[in-house]
């Protein structure tokens, strides 16, 4: 019996792998001049992903939207300076950061919304915010 359970679960272990890496992948628009920007939904949160291409190649992207702004610029080896515009019905809001990246690496640089409640133990929650991650490829 030992020798059917493990081989499945290999296989639903690797099954699951190639299912995140398609989605993720299916869920990234093309890079414009290096750059790509996908909006997405974590809940209640809305997500915009900043995505870095030819990291090797260029020192600065910038990107336009129906309601964005980036502009990025490398400084050194794994410093990126990002100002993040963001535009919606009623408020315009302008993210500046300075954040560390290696290839195949993302961080979040700004989280905020309408509600923002810190818990007892300490965790920020957001509800109908935004939040925007930057990634390096």
């Known amino acids: 019996m030992r020798r059917i359970i493990k081989p499945v679960l290999a296989l639903l272990l690797l099954a699951g792998l190639v299912t995140v890496f398609l989605w993720r992948n299916a869920s990234t ?23 870095l291409h030819d ?31 963001l535009v919606d019905e009623r408020k315009r809001y302008r993210v500046n950061s300075t954040v560390r990246l290696e290839p195949g690496s993302r961080t979040v640089v700004a989280n905020f919304g309408p509600e923002t409640r810190v818990s007892q133990e300490g965790k920020v929650r957001i ?7 930057v990634e390096l490829r």
Do not use: C, F, N
């Open 29 to 51: 628009p093309e890079p414009v001049d290096g750059l790509a920007v996908a909006l997405d939904q974590d809940g209640d949160t809305r997500v915009m992903r900043v995505i």
């Open 55 to 85: 990291a090797d190649q260029r020192v600065r992207w910038q990107g336009k939207g129906d309601d964005y702004l980036v502009d990025v610029r490398r400084d050194g080896a794994d410093v990126y300076h990002l100002i993040v515009v």
């Open 127 to 133: 509800s109908g915010g935004r939040r925007i991650v």
